[in-house]
Every structure is written in C-alpha cells, then in structure tokens.
C-alpha cells in the first residue's frame, strides 16, 4: 500500500469553488430574516452533483455574513440525514439540540423532560445518563438527585425547580401546564410532540436573545430510503413540516436529489419555499478546483472534464485518481478518458490492492468504527495496516460522524458493490451478520445496552442479504425473544414489520412463514394494549395456517390460545372460551405438545376465573403447573405466570394463605430472571396488592400497588389498559385507607383510559366504575353513587350473566347504599339475592358470603328497630 502525504489535496481541505448563484440565495434569505412568517430554502440534485459541498460552504458564507453584520446575531446547526439515526425524530432533534447548547449555550428544558420521561417509557430497564443531557439541564439535576432509574413526574420536578436557583423559576412558573402535561403523556403521544417542545425551547432562546437562528439538512431523500412506493409520499416527513411550521422566522436550508412537494399537503407553503435546482458545476469553476488541486495539464482537464459531466462527486474522484498515479509516475490524458462508471474503474485501477479490497468490504456495512474495520481487514486478509486506519477518512467519498462512526458515499458504495462479484458481497454480509450476531450471545435481559440494539439492527440488515427469508425469520424470532422478555418491544416490532415486507416480496402470499410473521406482529400489538389493531393480523395467521397446514395443526392451535387472551381483553369472553376450547381439543388429540396444551390451559382457566367458574380455572391451572414444571423446570417464567394467575383465582375463592404463597413465589421467580422492574413483575406485584387489600392489609397493598404503577407507567404508553386496571385498584385501597380525593382521581383517570380502550360495556369497565361508585359513596354522593351503581350492575348482567360473583359484588355494594339511605326493603331483596349467588358460585364458607350475611343480619337489626 502507498503511504502518501495528502497535504493540499486531503479531501477534506479542497477547496470549494464558485456555484454563486446559490450562495447569492441563502445571502438574500439572510438579509430577509424575519421577513417572512416561513423560510425555506431548497438545493436539489442528482446524486454527486455537489450539495454536501455546497451545504458545508454555507454555514461558512453565513459566519462571514455575521462578521460584516455586525447587528445580525444568528444560530445555526446542521444535520445529515445520510447517517442512518439521525432520520429518526427524536435523534435528529437531539443533535441539533447538542449543537445548539455547545455553541450558544441554548437550554432545552420542555424537551429534555419529554425525552426523558420517553426514554424512561419505552426503556424502562435502562438507567437514564447524565451524558445524555448537557450541562445545566433541569434532566441533569434530577438525575443528580434520584438517579439514573429516577421516575420522572410533576412532584420530583417541581422539588428540583424549588431548590434551584433563579434560572428554572421564571421558566418553571411559564411551562408548568406543559410540564403538567407531559409526565401523564403515553410514551407514543410524547414522541409526537418532541418537535414542539424542541422548538418551544428554541423559540423562547431566540424571543429572549433577540437572534434569529439557521437550520441546515443535507441528503433530505435518505428519509425515504427503503420506503419508495410504500404509503403516502408526504407522511414521510410529515414531522418535519410540522417542526417548520412550530418556528416561525427560523430559516431552514434542505439539500436533496428532489424539489420538496409541501404544496400537495398545503398549498399555502408555496409561498414559502425557494427551490434551486443544482446543475452541472460550471466548467470555468471545474477548471478552478483542477488548478487549485494541481490537475494544471490542459489535456488532463479537457478528459476529466469530458467524463465528468461537470459532477462533483467524479471531478473528486478523478483528483483522488490523478494523485494516486502523481506518486508513481506522470498522469498522461488516456488516464482519465471513459465514461462515469470507467472514472470509478480508473480510481481503482491506481489503489493498491490492500486499498482495493478494503474499501470493497467496507462498501458492505451502514457505517463502520474500528472494531469493525479490524475484524473485516482481519478476516479477509486486505493486507491494510491496522494503524492506517485514519487515511480511510482521506478519500473524498468517507466522512466521520460525531460519535466515531464512518460513512462511505452512496454512489462510491454502489460503484463498490457493482465492482465485486456476488459471491464476495453475501460473504461479506454473512461475515458482518456473525460479527453483530456475537455481541448478542449472552445478554443479560436485565441490563441490554445500546450496543446491543445496534447489534440487533444491524445484525438483521446484513442477515437480510446473508439468510434465506425461512433463516433470517428464525434468527429473528430467537434473537428478538430476549428484547421483548425486557419490553424492549419497540426494538423489534420494526424488524418484524420489514421481515413481512421482505417475504411478501420474495413467498407465496400463502407461505407458513408469512403466517409467524403476522402472529409475531399480532403480539406486539397485544403487548401495546392494542387489541383491536392485533385481531386483523391473528385472524389473517389463522387462515393461512388453516389453509397450509390444515384445521387440526397444534400451530393453528397455538394461534387459537393467543386469540384467546386477545378476546378476554376485548371482553368478549364467550368467544375466547370457544376459541380456547378449540385448541385444547386439538393438543390433546395430538398428545405430541405438552408445552402447548399449558399454554392453551393457561388461557383457558383465565376465562373461567373471569367467568366466576373458579374450580374450573383452578383445574385448567394446575394441569398448565404440572406440564411447566416438569417441561421446563420449576424456577421458569412460564411456571410464575401460572402461578401469578393462579394467585388471582385462590384470592377469589377465599384462600388468602394460599393466593399470597403462590403470588410471592411467582414474584421471586420473575425478579431472579427479570430484574426488579419488568412489565411482568407489575402484574404479579398488583395481584398481591389486591390480596392485602382483600384481607384488610391496604397500607401494604397502596405501596405494592404503587410500585406496581411506577414499572408500567415507565413501560407503556399512559392509556394503556393494564394501567388503568392498577389505577382502580390503587384508588379502591385509598379508599380504604380513607384518601378519598386521591381514589377519585386515580379511579376517574382509570375510567377514562378503559373508555377510549374499550367498548362502553366491557366488564374492565365495570369493575373501575364499581369502585368509584363506592368512593362516591364514602364522600356522601349518594345519587351519583347510586346511579353509578346501576349502571354497573346493567354491565355486568348483560356481559358475564345473573348468576356471576361480580352481580353479586355490585348487588351486595347498592344495598349497602340504600341501608345507608333508610330503604331496607329494597337493600334486603338485594341482598338476599347477593347472597343466593354468593352461596351457590362460591359457597357458604366464603369471606364474601359471611360478609353478606353479616350485612343482612345489620339490617335485620335496624329493620326491628323501626
């Protein structure tokens, strides 16, 4: 390999020539800063044909603006949307956000708070960090005081803003609504408006400095990288329109290989976007960066110029080639003549081959750091020394990010990909795919890093290429199984969106393994607490397995119990009882699925618990224990979520010493494998709240319930359902421990979040508002008590039958009322009907039983007193 000292030619030192027509446009748009409500300045062209160039040259023209303008007190920061992350919303306001404090010390507040209580949402296992936030962050503070794991909410906000000093009052006191507001966001709402809180923060710098401010994006098309032709062409970015159109006065300048279609969504931004379409560079200009590069031989010039076509991006590249062969002897024209694609061969035609073929295997990655350039050099025998890994970044077409990542340009990626045979490009993908694919051996679900999500993504982009659809969707479904077991789910459910892609493109619209796609994809839905968007995908696996495999298969079977849990959630419960039954009938003529006949038991004794049919859960359950404990060891997750279930039946039955047994042992279990915080652990931590709070312990029950609420607040959206059932079941303690106000609010919130969840007479809903009829009755709000009371009472006629242990709870709650308001009469016919049920569903021994004819016997006793 030539060692060969760059000096004026170091790509990242040529010079920049002429284009003035563009740059006498962004002149003209600073001039008219704050002229306009909107500004919007456009560069567009083919790939190459220098926008990268010109967009690095004009934050340069507007430093020297600003020096001969003395009164002009502009901002600016840019991003490149040819780095994969920095397409992603909440990354690319983060840098621009980065950039905006190193050098103008802008503080981000609103957004750091709405970052980080997203973060903490959808990343619940994971510390927050202090490198994170930049200094003076109120994030900063808060981490200083609580810790990385802190829950972030209006009360430890507001503790931090009183004892700072001046600086987050007077900001505090302006955003308190907004603060407000966001800590009760679900995760999906915050990422909305992350924009909005980001140019909030901007907006108020700019009002307070009196400045103005300049955004830069370079290669705008990258957003729709992957996506052409899917969905509408706008929505793309949809997020940056909307970012423009919250910065009134803000100049925005966008290089691209298209002119933007604003005005299809409005077109009022006509009005405000100039758009220039970038042409061949000029040849006096292209003349000029020969000369200044020392390409000064007329004959040398007239060749590149010819084959060139005035493009940028192949002038550099002939430079880079004229300068390769400067080192071994005199260029001469016949070096340089031939179309674009014979520049590229020429180029390579002067690299010596360790250069060659390294850069072949590098055109293979996204990006590239060290570690990854040393394993790929290493492997494939280049020959490039290690310790030359810097003068990679000489080339023209390389360039570095800001967290030491290295990009290749897409033209020199492709030419690269061309240039090699097919055979070379899949070993290279493979090699690149067992690389990520070891970092992801051993992982600790309680403590997965960023690394490991990279090593995720990437390893799936390159296995793509390595893997036939049938082996990627298998490495897919065992690599992603540990993210999901932490609740990473927003890691993988993009993965499994672009495997459906992938094998709708290249399978049989019938083939299996589009059918575990959709079932996968029905999960993560059902995991967001999304059941009616998971149906349509369940349903679609369900008839391709039907169709494929036939109606008996113990994978229709396994698709049958996930449906199950899908329909008990939609509450309808006669349906999931069916499909539950099904399965089982299936398994069990087979004989040859243990595991799976546990999981379709499983799924059926939920339905009998819910049903009020407790026996029949018990024995559904204890057929799932036994084949679990002995399939997979007693200390496995699948044995604690049986017992937890199990711990929810035993506490309706009555048997209190044995639901807290069962419950506490499903709780060691998850803790050892999931850390202290998972989603899972919340459900077992409210199903033991409950209990305490069955047995008169509330104290006990508040604070595991209230732990319980933390963890799923971290993990899920805020109006996910599982929320809203700890919410009414924390309110229903407070209740007890006599915090009225507080049980109305968390019931009330509850209520809401069932409401938009769920059709207006699902039994989740009834059970939140039977609680709250109870809490209205405590404060002395007997009519809404009462009226509440009915309405409950109708709900659960109608869903689960006459004869059901919540009838009678609700029968049992309104004759109290009436005692309470002196109609004995009528509080007698409902109790005795309560307990009619109580003693046939749950017997004469029953806690629930005795309490009622405890109740009857008060009344009996106040009745004989009239």
């Not at 190459?48 to 020297?64: A, C, D, H």
């Not at 619209?509 to 995908?537: C, M, N, Q």
């Not at 499903?666 to 899972?680: A, T, Y």
Request: aromatic share 10%; net charge negative; hydrophobic share 35%.
């Amino acid at each position: 390999m030539s060692i060969r000292p760059k000096g004026c030619f170091d790509k990242n030192e040529r010079p920049f020539v002429d284009r003035e027509t563009y740059i006498q446009a962004l002149r003209e748009a600073l001039n008219n800063l704050d002229q306009k409500d909107y500004s919007v300045l456009v560069y567009y062209g083919v790939g190459g044909i220098g926008k990268t160039s010109l967009r690095k040259e004009l934050p340069k023209l507007l430093e020297k603006h600003k020096e001969s303008h003395k009164n002009l007190n502009v901002i600016w920061a840019n991003v490149d949307f040819s780095i994969e992350s920095h397409r992603q919303m909440d990354k690319f306001l983060i840098i621009l956000k980065n950039q905006l404090h190193e050098k103008y010390g802008v503080k981000f507040h609103l957004f750091d708070i709405g970052h980080a209580v997203y973060w903490r949402k959808v990343n619940p296992q994971l510390p927050l960090l202090k490198d994170s936030y930049s200094e003076g962050s109120i994030v900063t503070d808060l981490l200083d005081t609580f810790g990385g794991l802190v829950s972030i909410n209006y009360r430890s906000i507001k503790s931090i803003v009183e004892s700072s000093p001046d600086r987050f009052k007077e900001w505090a006191l302006k955003r308190d609504e907004a603060i407000a507001n966001i800590v009760n966001m679900e995760a999906a709402e915050i990422e909305k408006k992350l924009p909005i809180f980001w140019a909030n923060d901007l907006a108020d710098y700019l009002k307070f400095t009196s400045s103005s401010a300049v955004i830069f994006i370079d290669t705008y098309e990258a957003l729709w990288e992957s996506h052409r032709g899917q969905g509408d062409f706008n929505s793309k970015d949809k997020w940056i329109r909307d970012l423009v159109a919250e910065l009134p006065g803000v100049l925005w300048v966008i290089c691209g290989r298209e002119a933007l279609r604003w005005e299809e969504t409005d077109p009022d931004w006509k009005e405000y976007l100039e758009q220039h379409h970038i042409g061949q560079l000029p040849e006096k200009d292209a003349v000029d960066l020969l000369n200044i590069c020392g390409v000064e031989n007329e004959e040398i010039q007239k060749v590149i110029l010819d084959g060139s076509k005035g493009v940028p991006y192949y002038l550099d590249l002939a430079i880079d080639t004229y300068n390769t062969i400067k080192e071994k002897r005199q260029p001469v024209p016949a070096d340089f003549s031939g179309t674009r694609s014979e520049v590229f061969e020429r180029f390579m035609k002067y690299l010596d081959k360790q250069e060659i073929e390294t850069l072949k295997v590098l055109s293979a990655p996204r990006f590239w750091d060290y570690h990854l350039f040393e394993a790929l050099v290493r492997n494939f025998n280049t020959g490039y020394p290690l310790t030359s890994f810097s003068d990679l970044g000489n080339f023209s077409f390389t360039s570095k990010n800001h967290d030491g990542k290295w990009y290749m340009h897409q033209l020199m990626k492709e030419s690269l990909q061309e240039y090699q045979g097919s055979d070379l490009r899949q070993i290279v993908h493979r090699f690149i795919f067992e690389y990520y694919n070891e970092k992801l051996s051993n992982i600790d679900v309680k403590n997965i890093t960023e690394e490991h999500k990279t090593a995720l993504m990437e390893g799936f982009y390159h296995a793509n290429f390595a893997l036939e659809p049938s082996e990627l969707l298998k490495w897919l479904i065992t690599t992603s199984e540990l993210f999901d077991n932490a609740a990473l789910w927003s890691i993988s459910f993009p993965l499994y969106e672009e495997m459906l892609e992938i094998q709708e493109t290249k399978l049989p619209s019938e083939h299996i393994d589009i059918a575990v796609t959709l079932h996968k994809i029905a999960a993560s839905y059902y995991r967001k607490g999304k059941y009616k968007d998971a149906l349509p995908f369940y349903l679609r696996s369900l008839e391709i397995r039907e169709r494929c495999l036939g109606h008996e298969h113990p994978d229709v079977a396994n698709v049958l119990s996930s449906m199950v849990w899908n329909y008990f959630q939609m509450g309808e419960y006669n349906k999931a009882l069916s499909l539950g039954n099904r399965s089982l009938k299936i398994l069990k003529a087979l004989g040859t699925e243990p595991l799976s006949i546990a999981k379709a038991s499983n799924a059926v004794a939920v339905i009998h618990k819910e049903m009020g049919k407790y026996e029949n859960a018990l024995s559904f359950y204890n057929q799932a224990l036994v084949i679990r404990e002995k399939e997979l060891g007693s200390e496995h997750f699948d044995v604690a979520k049986t017992l937890s279930n199990m711990s929810s039946t035993y506490r309706r039955m009555g048997k209190y010493e044995d639901a807290i047994s069962v419950c506490q042992r499903s709780l060691e279990i998850k803790e050892k494998i999931l850390g202290p915080d998972n989603p899972s652990i919340a459900i077992t931590l409210t199903n033991l709240a409950e209990i305490y709070r069955d047995i008169g312990m509330y104290e006990e029950g508040a604070t595991l319930c209230q732990r319980a609420l933390e963890i799923k607040e971290r993990v899920h959206r805020s109006d996910h359902p599982s929320i809203a059932t700890t919410l009414y079941i924390l309110g229903d303690l407070y209740k007890n421990i006599g915090k009225h106000e507080e049980a109305l609010a968390l019931c009330q919130r509850s209520f809401e979040i069932k409401g938009r969840a769920h059709k207006c007479d699902h039994p989740a809903i009834a059970n939140t508002s039977n609680v709250l009829a109870e809490i209205y009755e405590c404060i002395g709000d007997f009519k809404e008590s009462l009226i509440i009371y009915q309405q409950t009472l109708e709900i659960r006629e109608k869903v689960l039958g006459k004869e059901h242990p919540d009838v009678a709870t609700t029968l049992n709650d309104l004759a109290g009322l009436y005692r309470k308001r002196g109609k004995y009469e009528k509080a007698q016919l409902l109790y005795q009907r309560s307990l009619e049920i109580r003693e046939t569903v749950l017997g004469s021994n029953h806690p629930d039983t005795i309490k009622t004819l405890n109740a009857l016997s008060e009344l009996y006793k106040s009745m004989s007193k009239i």
